[in-house]
Nanobody, 122 residues
Framework: QVQLVESGGGVVQPGGSLRLSCVVFGFDFSNYWMFWVRQAPGKGPEWVSAVNTGGEVTYYAESVNGRFTISADNAKNTVYLHMDSLKSEDTAVYYC???????????????WGQGTQVTVSS
């Protein structure tokens, strides 16, 4: 059974940091693209970062480039999102998702996690 389990969300002040984790169960972690996708209240999903599970190629949305860092640990079947310099507009539910393609190609997510809430507020 395939499962993606996120953790690490919480409430943080503007300028603070958080690290999200996504542990993957039920499929071979190698040779796929793992995404972090967020959805803020009243808005559609927005991909923020992607990594191939070799960990050698990463992509970032312009809104988070330079502040967020994605990484993958194949030995632990885990993908991370380290978020620095958080802003109020980063407030959202963050999901990890699996795709066969990078964000430069047509992306379809075939598995999603349950999401973890990130709230940036003073």
């Amino acid at each position: 059974q395939v499962q993606l389990v996120e953790s690490g969300g919480g409430v943080v002040q503007p300028g603070g940091s958080l690290r999200l984790s996504c542990v993957v169960f039920g499929f071979d972690f190698s040779n796929y693209w793992m995404f972090w996708v967020r959805q803020a209240p009243g808005k559609g999903p927005e991909w923020v970062s992607a990594v191939n599970t070799g960990g050698e190629v990463t992509y970032y949305a312009e809104s988070v480039n330079g502040r967020f860092t994605i990484s993958a640990d194949n030995a632990k079947n885990t993908v991370y999102l380290h978020m620095d310099s958080l802003k109020s507009e980063d407030t959202a539910v963050y999901y990890c998702a699996k795709s066969n393609n990078p964000p430069t190609r047509h992306v379809e997510y075939d598995y999603w996690g349950q999401g973890t809430q990130v709230t940036v507020s003073s």
